[in-house]
């Protein structure tokens, strides 16, 4: 397949996945087709809290999850307004890699894999109650089976699914997570921890406010990114098609010379 194709075939399944993901969020019990990607986007969440306490050399100590898709990570030590702003940011930084990193099919099942293992990984060594355990194990292990046995294109549907599910919930947390900084001033968010962070000189709709932002902007630029790789792709393969017609005609007008 060439790259123009493969651009081609890799938006197209894009948008597909866009709509299906929208289409299931409207439907009738939709949400139970969702809730595994749901429970993925949390893990994610929490492993990038978990992620940058050990970056900044904190501690963790634990993770736990509800049936709802809620997770905590305590940690301590570390630097806390960097480790209170990679859950929201870190989701949508892992679904926008997923997408521009399955630009290309091949990869998707090397993902999945991947994907697979810090799943594994985030529950072994961190999970601390029933829930993460099951979700957990449940989402690493499917994983696992679609990077080892599902067929190429069958992985490269689910992986950019995942993606837009990972982009999609991390927005819509985002945007609970304004309401819960405006409504709810007792509910303990990551947000109130900015808050708190900052002695309340920036309050926790400001940092709600600004994560929404950031998440957008990461959107924003991954589907740019997307876009200008569709029109290279193009644009090289009409220069492959039209460079051998160029050659001959520049052959054909090039003036001949005779030697004395």
């Not at 929201?88 to 997923?98: I, V």
């Amino acid at each position: 397949m060439s790259s123009r194709e493969e651009a081609k075939n890799s938006f197209s399944l894009l948008v597909i996945c866009s709509a299906l993901a929208l289409v299931l969020w409207f439907i009738p019990l939709g949400w139970i087709l969702t809730y595994p990607f749901r429970m993925f986007v949390t893990l994610i969440h929490e492993g990038g809290h978990a992620l940058a306490a050990l970056v900044s050399l904190g501690s963790v100590h634990r993770i736990y999850l509800d049936w709802h898709g809620n997770g905590m990570t305590e940690t301590s030590g570390g630097i806390g307004m960097l480790i209170s702003s990679a859950g929201y940011l870190g989701a949508t930084l892992y679904g926008a890699a997923l997408l521009l990193l399955l630009r290309k099919a091949e990869r998707a099942r090397p993902l999945a894999i991947a994907t697979a293992a810090l799943v594994l990984l985030e529950t072994i060594l961190l999970g601390s109650n029933i829930v993460i355990w099951v979700a957990g194990l449940g989402v690493g292990l499917m994983l696992l089976a679609v990077g080892s046995m599902a067929p190429r294109r069958v992985a490269h549907f689910f992986m950019s699914f995942l993606a837009i599910q990972a982009i999609l919930n991390a927005l819509y947390d985002l945007s609970a997570l304004l309401y819960l900084s405006v409504a709810d001033s007792n509910r303990l968010t990551d947000a109130r921890n900015m808050a708190a962070a900052t002695s309340n000189i920036l309050p926790a709709t400001f940092w709600a406010l600004a994560w929404g932002g950031a998440a957008a902007g990461i959107l924003a630029y991954t589907l740019m990114i997307y876009y200008k790789s569709l029109v290279g792709s193009k644009r090289s393969t009409e220069l492959a098609v039209n460079f051998p017609d160029l050659l001959t005609e520049q052959v054909l007008e090039a003036p001949s010379h005779t030697s004395k």
